[in-house]
Structures are given as C-alpha cells and as structure tokens.
C-alpha cells in the first residue's frame, strides 16, 4: 500500500518543486532590484547616521555598537571617510588651541586665602 | 581637592572671562567657595564639582560686568559664513592653526558655552558626562554644542585662509 502511493506522492513533490523553481526564476529579478535598493538605501541611511555620530565617534563617546557599524561604513564609503579625515584634522587643530598655564602665584594666593579661612580651625587643631 | 586641579580652573576661568586678573579673582572665590561647601561634597568627581563652581563664578562675574563691557547677542546672520566650510580641507585647516594667535581668536569668537564645551573636552579632556554635569545640561547638548563649535572654528579658519590668499 505504501510502496503504491510512494511514486504518487514523489510526482506531487516533483510538480511542486518545478512550480516553485519556475516562479522564483520569474521573481528573481524583481528580488534583486528590491534587495539592490533596500541595500543602497541603508547605505544611505548609514552615510547620515554615521555623519552624526562622527564627532561622538572621535571624542570615544560611542558605545561598542555604533563604533563598529560607523568603522565598518568608513571601510565601504569615501565619502564618510573624507569627512572623517576632515572631522579628525579638526580635533588636532582644537586640541592644539594653547592652554592658559596658571600664574606662578596664584597657588600661593589661594593658599592663604584658605589658611585666613580656616584659621580658627587650626587654632583648635593647632599643630 | 581644590590645587591638584588649579590649572583646569584657571584655564576655563581664562578663557571665560577673557582676562587674567578676572581669571585669577574667579578661582580664588570658586576655591573658597568650594572649601566652605566641602561639607557638602558627596560626590565622587571633585574635578568636575570644582570646575561647575568656578564656571558659576565666572558666569556670576561677567553678568556684573556686563553693564561696563558692551556685549552684543550673537548673530547668525552676521557669523554664519555660509559655504565657507565647503574650501575647509584638513591641510589648510593645519595652516591656518599653525598661527597661535589666530586659533586662539578663532576660540574667543565662539560664544560662551560652545567655547566651555570646547576646552573642557580638547584641553582638560573631560567627558560629554562631566561637561553637561558642569554646564547642567543633557550629554545631547553637549555634543551639540562641540559640533557647531567645531563647525565655527573650521568656518573661522577657511576663512582667514581665504583672506590670507586673497591678499
Ligand atoms: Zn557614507
């Protein structure tokens, strides 16, 4: 009984399969477009995403996520990575903005402002 | 608490006000400030208490001030220098730096709490955290305020390349 639906129950398979081959070999050009423009649209999306957080990205501010998703886009875009150059030239010309060094007596002056402050503390605590 | 970071709150004091005497009157007051309130310190980051004392200083003293010294709101329209970032390429952002005098213009030209932002991060390399902390604002305004300050300055100095060429 088995052995006689067996050869049945395989053409079933078979016609099945060949339709569904058959219909993907039709969609399949459709699925590429699709798959193309949903893959340049994220790309795009990335272009923004990553501008944003390029400065976050410089100043070690993002987390391990983003990091990645922002490094790998920098691989694949020229564009981003251009402005990631530009962004990172920017950071060493502001970090190379000189400091005020403060005066020489300042510390002194803070100091015995402080001492008049808290002297009758150390009146108490006199040593 | 208060000398080991004695250079950090000269140095914003500086820049905020503009003058070293001025600088010097805020950190003496931000210090004794800070003494007298140390009771009251239950934080973990006295750096970043310290420097939102002297911030508050600072800004306590130039709205005193701000009768005898003219100041104008900042204008868009006027600043703004629309298109100039376009010619900004990182080499003639370099040259532009290379000139002390002119970067640090370039950093007094921004107003007050893009130009905080700017030296708490690039010179006491605080984080976006301890800044908005200071300035008491979210971390997001933080790292706003760093974009469009450093958007400033690269406009500042495309600009003083141009100028420089133009000549
Ligand atoms: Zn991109």
């Known amino acids: 009984m088995v052995t006689f639906k067996q050869p049945k129950a395989f053409r079933a398979v078979d016609s099945a399969l060949s339709e569904w081959l058959s219909s993907l070999v039709r969609w399949l050009p459709i699925l590429r477009q699709k798959a193309h423009n949903l893959l340049r649209n994220s790309a795009m999306n990335n272009c923004e995403q990553t501008r944003q957080w390029l400065d976050a990205y410089l100043d070690n501010e993002l987390d391990p996520v983003n990091t990645l998703k922002i490094e790998q886009h920098l691989l694949a875009c020229a564009a981003c990575l251009q402005a990631y150059e530009e962004q990172r030239a920017l950071g060493q010309v502001t970090r190379a903005v000189p400091r005020y060094p403060a005066p020489a007596g300042l510390r002194e002056r803070i100091l015995s402002a402080l001492r008049a402050e808290s002297d009758p503390l150390t009146s108490i605590h006199s040593c | ?167």
């Not at chain 2, 003494?35 to 310190?41: L, N």
Request: glycine share 6%.
């Open chain 2, 1 to 167: 608490m208060i000398l080991p970071h004695l250079d950090a709150a000269y140095n914003l004091a500086r820049w905020l006000t503009g003058h070293d005497q001025d600088a010097q009157d805020v950190v003496q007051e931000a210090s004794l400030r800070a003494f007298r309130a140390f009771d009251g310190f239950y934080g973990e980051n006295g750096r970043a208490w310290l420097l939102t004392i002297v911030r508050n200083t600072a800004y306590n003293l130039l709205q005193k001030n701000k009768s005898l010294r003219q100041t104008t709101p900042f204008d868009e329209e006027l600043h703004g220098n629309a298109g100039a970032s376009e010619c900004a390429t990182p080499l003639s952002l370099l040259r532009g730096a290379e000139d002390e005098q002119n970067l640090r213009a370039a950093v007094e030209a921004l107003p007050d709490e893009f130009r905080e932002a700017l030296v708490l991060r690039h010179q006491d390399g605080l984080s976006y955290r301890e800044i908005a902390l200071i300035a008491g604002v979210p971390t997001g305004t933080v790292m706003s305020r760093l974009a469009r300050a450093r958007a400033r300055l690269k406009d500042f100095l495309a600009k003083g390349n141009r100028e420089e060429e133009a000549s």
